[in-house]
């Protein structure tokens, strides 16, 4: 059932971050303004604009999480909040059907360029804020010896599931042209919450860990201190929390960024060979996903993330100094599924063998994903300032100093039992 949950909401991570929503953004803005687009009365660059947007929805997460994580382990209620993320990130996604920038809307009728870009901000912060929730039921569900398993089989649940949906799309609009794309949207709305579902009615019930009193926000804030002030003196934990805000950044901001960069960058690249590429990386991401597992259980995590890292930035600087052609973004992309899996899952089964022992779950992970999206918004923002100053292609080269100051961090972790391989274990 946990598993399950990763199947159902990574189609929008899949669908509307990274492939059908960014090129069909792109298009449709593009035929009305070109590389000008307004909102709300400033004029922005179409990419930089989507950048800012995603941007803005993983700082409001990272400010908004940590208040309702504490109340949740407080009331008791994590599933709830779960819930209410899940269906606000899959309505929101359904509404993106409704996005269009055409002439005639401009000038005689609705224009809805204002509208979507609300739903994009709520389907991000529906999906993020409710990967809170899911992630902290891992050391709920499982032992620390079968973490990183659990942990990649949910990762590798989500590739697959997500890249079936994607082959339906693209079967319906791009191939048959049965549908328009836009239709893409309420199908991952469907999906989604379709499959989560069956999360909801298994995954335990959590119990609360104290009663609120008074001020409700500020009981919040409280928790979250009291959460800090416990993981400043664990140092392993405190260390992997500041390489994974380095080396997690850019590892998103690479995967959200893809496709702008194929549509700037490689030459003559078609709509379906994006696709393609993306879906590469899916289904190269469930091997990637299993093979770090496995080297995880031989050499310990830290290493095997650290190995990771290193693969990461050769990968960037191929890209920044070789990549040219469709064939050539093929290869990164078939590299990129190759360790995007693999330290996506091993980076959540890693900070979970790190905790300690205590029932305020959500709180201690809400902390995992402010390093997240604090990251996903820095990177994102960075990203869009660089290629605004200068050129996407430069942006990607500037991705390589977050993954080496991670690195550098990653290698002072002190080692933890829970983090050796099954032979010293």
Known sequence: AWCMYDWANSVYNLVITTTFFPIYF?????????????????????SPLYDYTLAFAYMSIAILLPILSSIADSLGNKKKFMQFFCYLGAISSGL????????????????????????????????????????????????PKDHDKISARGFSMGYLGSSILLIIILILTVFTKAIPIRFAFPLVSVWWISFATYSFIRLPKSTATSKIEGNIILKGYREVYKVWQEIKLNIPLKRYLFSFFMFNMAVQTIMVMAVAF?????????????????????????????????????????KSIGIAIVIW??????????????????????????VMGGIQSLSRSTYS?????????????????????????????????????????????????????????????????????????
């Open 353 to 425: 063998k790190l905790l300690p022992e205590t029932k305020d779950l959500t709180s201690y992970f809400s902390f995992y994903d402010l390093a997240e999206k604090i990251g996903l918004a820095v990177g994102t923002l960075t990203f869009g300032l660089i290629e605004g100053l200068l050129n996407i292609r430069t942006s990607i080269l500037a991705l390589v100093i977050f993954f080496f100051i991670g690195l550098i961090i990653l290698l002072f972790i002190p080692k933890t039992s829970n983090l050796q391989h099954e032979t010293t274990n």
């Open 26 to 46: 792109l298009s449709v803005t593009r035929a009305a303004y070109g590389d000008s687009i307004p909102f709300l009365g400033r004029t922005f660059k179409s």
């Open 262 to 302: 194929a549509n700037k960058e490689v030459r003559g690249i078609k709509q379906q060979d994006l696709i393609i590429s993306i879906l590469i990386i899916q289904f190269i991401g469930i091997l990637g996903a299993y093979l770090l597992s496995k080297v995880s259980s031989r050499i310990g995590n830290l």
């Open 96 to 143: 993106l059907y409704f996005f269009h920038a055409d002439r005639s809307s401009v000038e005689g009728g609705p224009f809805y360029i204002d509208w979507s870009i609300l739903a994009l901000f709520f389907g991000s912060v529906g999906f993020w804020a409710s990967l809170v929730y899911y992630n902290s039921y891992l050391p709920e569900i499982s032992e």
């Open 313 to 338: 930035i050769g990968l960037c600087l191929g890209v920044y100094y070789l990549v040219y052609e469709p064939w050539q973004f093929f290869i990164a992309a078939g590299i990129v599924g190759l």
